[in-house]
């Protein structure tokens, strides 16, 4: 298992921008596909973007389609989330997860590594 912690979330109004990042040590990173989840209140966690770990192969939510961007730095065993244009509806419990298996997938099942999850909270 790889351990994950996410930063960066906080409160923002809508239209601002936020970067989360996610560091993972205990195994090799690059081993790993590495996905963002978000879970609203009263919500399932659902899916936001997924990387896999080389070559890079990217997916996203369409809810996040255009605002969203992922990336990974296997050097620093870091994956970042940066959102753009952020909505009301974005505000949840941002969570890091990874994965061994080369293939993206959008299940939270599909994840044996997971972070302790950041708060962000989009409101006027």
């Known amino acids: 298992q790889v351990q994950l912690i996410e930063s960066g979330g906080g409160s923002v109004l809508p239209g601002d921008s936020l970067r989360l990042s996610c560091a993972a040590s205990?195994?090799?990173?690059?081993?790993?596909?590495m996905a963002w989840f978000r879970q609203g209140p009263g919500k399932e966690r659902d899916f936001v973007a997924v990387?896999?770990?080389?070559?890079?192969?990217?997916d996203y939510a369409d809810s996040v389609k255009g605002r969203f961007t992922i990336s990974r730095d296997n050097a620093k065993a870091t994956v970042a989330l940066q959102m753009n244009n952020l909505k009301p509806e974005d505000t949840a419990v941002y969570y890091c997860?990874?994965?061994?298996?080369?293939?993206?997938?959008?299940?939270?099942?599909?994840?044996?590594?997971w972070g302790q999850g950041t708060q962000v909270t989009v409101s006027s």
């Open positions: 997860a990874a994965k061994t298996s080369k293939f993206i997938n959008r299940t939270p099942g599909a994840y044996g590594s």
């Open positions: 205990g195994r090799t990173f690059s081993d790993y596909t």
């Open positions: 990387i896999s770990w080389a070559p890079s192969i990217i």
